[in-house]
């Protein structure tokens, strides 16, 4: 093209102008926005690491295993394919806040309150903030919920009831004017406290922190929503990781090849005999060293006690010497197959051969699995005690020398798992019979006849929780009777008795 003005002829293409200048500009200004992209990117990609760093292993792994469980159908311990869970829509609430919870004990204290703590986000609507598990404890394991739980699973199985997120935003933090309120709710608190003494907290205070949780909700009074969502917790959502799944059902299906077998807590550890002072059959350095270590323990209150007293008011584990008087007297015998569920016993191999002299079919897990199976758990003790969860709750026969947490949450699981056999020994009664039977009052045959005797109805039948008002600690604990589960209303009464049967005032 030209441009033609007063006789002068000038070709556009040719003009030398701002072209060269604006073209340079350009490519100056898409640099430069690049360039923030980028440094955008990577200031976002170092934040995103360093929240994942401390959980990079167990990230990944449990990330590959959700991966493949969308893509692939899920194989059962027969090898048939089913089909993935499928979860009702989230509930659509206004959250009145954050609750952050700090889980203390051993494994089964935990899952007990786990369970509490997500019934009482649902009933404040709040949101719960995946629970921190206890670290400090005896057992001193580093490991996080979703080193032991599915925590995916754990969140989407009970999106349908409360908001669960991993952590709290950081809107919310003391950066932004908010400050976290540090608290242990008061002990078996029904829902009127929680209503009345915890939520108008959240109107000041976004994120509470309750740094204790065991015991926290009432065994009884609660609405049967509430009661069935603690179920629903621990028998649906709370789904171990799938290394121990995997591992724990391998541990089964070695067992039950082999015979029926009995799961026998053998509560006879270093940790269960310093905390309750029983050193019945210990020597005198070891009550001593026992003694040394229920002082070391701040939060173990009782520091003087007399062993004696303690077994005759039935308050002591069973040794394992009379843990296989209990067996035979009961009716087991040298062929039953006797799996170990417990940690290390105090005294090892030497406390354990009377009862192996008895039923040499004895094994734990450390003697089915190799060490490359459980390398990865060692010095997780909850890791650990998760397979023995397992084991405890598929056995034909569970048996629980001491009515701590773990038997009472096993016990309840074998309830609803169709009141499979649990026999709950009477310890009280099992002391008396066992000096009888040592200082020839009472004969083999009759320490055995009574011994059946006592225990015929305590088998884990189908009765409804024995109510003691205003003593919680006295009454059945909820997770060993979870009758509101067990049964539909309709036949309630034909299942587990009329309602005032077990009510003690």
Partial sequence: MEVRSEGIQVRCDKLPGPVIPKTRLRIWFIRVCSSIVLWTCLVQLVTVS????????????????????????????????????????????????????????????????????????????????????????????????EDIFDVKHFIDSLRDEVRIVKRVPKKFSSKWGYSTLEMPPVSWSNEKYYLEQILPLFGKHKVLRFNKTDTRLANNGLPLDLQKLRCRVNYQALKFTPQIEHLGRKLIRMLHEKGPFVALHLRYEMDMLAFSGCTHGCTETEAEELKRLRYAFPWWREKEIISDERRSQGLCPLTPEEAALTLRALGFGRETQIYIAAGEIYGGERRLAQLRAVFPRIVKKETLLTRDDLWQFQNHSSQMAALDFMVSVASNTFVPTYDGNMAKVVEGHRRYSGFKKTILLDRKKLVELFDMHRNGTLSWNEFADAARQVHEKRMAQPTRRRVILDKPKEEDYFYANPHECLCEETNCDDLLGPHNTTQVS
């Avoid at 009482?120 to 949101?127: E, G, H, I, K, S």
């Fill in 50 to 145: 360093e929240l994942w760093h401390s959980q990079l292993i167990s990230g990944i792994t449990n990330g590959i295993y959700h991966i493949t469980q969308v893509q692939l159908p899920i194989q059962g311990d027969n090898g048939v394919a089913q089909s993935p869970p499928v979860f009702l829509p989230p509930r659509n609430y206004t959250s009145n806040g954050f609750l952050r919870v700090s889980c203390n004990g051993g494994l089964n204290q935990m899952r007990a309150a786990i369970c509490d703590m997500v019934t009482v986000a649902r009933f404040l609507n709040l949101t719960l903030v995946v629970p921190e598990l206890d670290k400090t404890s005896f057992w001193a394991d580093p490991s996080n919920f």
